[in-house]
């Protein structure tokens, strides 16, 4: 059975849904490819701890790396894309043609863009972490001052790991 439930961060109201103990999406309001909010009932946070705390400890820049049960809904296709998702670390880029590269369909860059913007849990299968060529920050379902925003959190949070010396 779904279930959902709201949660407050510092890029907005983030919309959970999971079905059996697994999270099927987390979406950012106003993000494109995401059913409308006020279409889904709020069933409260019962079930969803491990998420809540998770992110929690995400934003305070205590955590790099998420733990919790995925069952995003996509093709084969977009489900290889967000694998390689999850493979960037906490603080660092790829762009759509790397992603191309690593899935060997070195031609596929705007088949991976086109999934990355579909992919239905944000921030956790952290499609905020690709950019286009050179470095340019494009396209992101959240919009790109969310964008720019993780991709601060994150090299900020990925500096203090540094070692003095």
């Known amino acids: 059975m779904q279930r959902t439930t709201y949660v407050e961060s510092p890029v907005g109201r983030l919309r959970l849904v999971g ?3 697994a999270l099927v999406s987390l979406h950012m309001e106003d993000q494109r490819h ?3 909010h006020e279409l889904v009932d709020d069933d409260g946070p019962a079930g969803f701890e491990a998420v809540v705390e998770q992110l929690a ?11 919790v049960v995925l069952a995003p ?4 296709f977009q489900q290889r894309v ?3 998702l999850r493979e960037i ?6 762009s759509y043609g790397e992603i191309a590269l690593a899935l060997g369909q070195p031609t596929a860059s705007r088949a991976v863009g086109l999934a990355n913007g579909r992919n239905p849990v ?3 299968v952290p499609c905020h ?3 286009g060529a050179g470095g340019k920050l494009v396209g992101y379902a959240g919009g790109l001052t969310r964008k720019q925003f993780l991709l601060e959190h994150e090299r900020r949070h990925s500096e203090e790991l540094l070692p003095f010396g």
């Not at 670390?89 to 790829?94: A, H, L, W, Y």
Request: proline share 8%; no cysteine; hydrophobic share 45%.
């Open 19 to 21: 079905d059996d103990g």
């Open 34 to 36: 995401a059913a409308p």
């Open 57 to 67: 400890a995400y934003f305070a820049g205590e955590l790099r790396a998420f733990d």
């Open 73 to 76: 809904r996509g093709t084969p």
């Open 82 to 84: 967000w694998a390689v």
């Open 89 to 94: 670390p906490f603080g660092q880029t790829m």
């Open 122 to 124: 944000g921030i956790i």
């Open 129 to 131: 972490r690709v950019i």
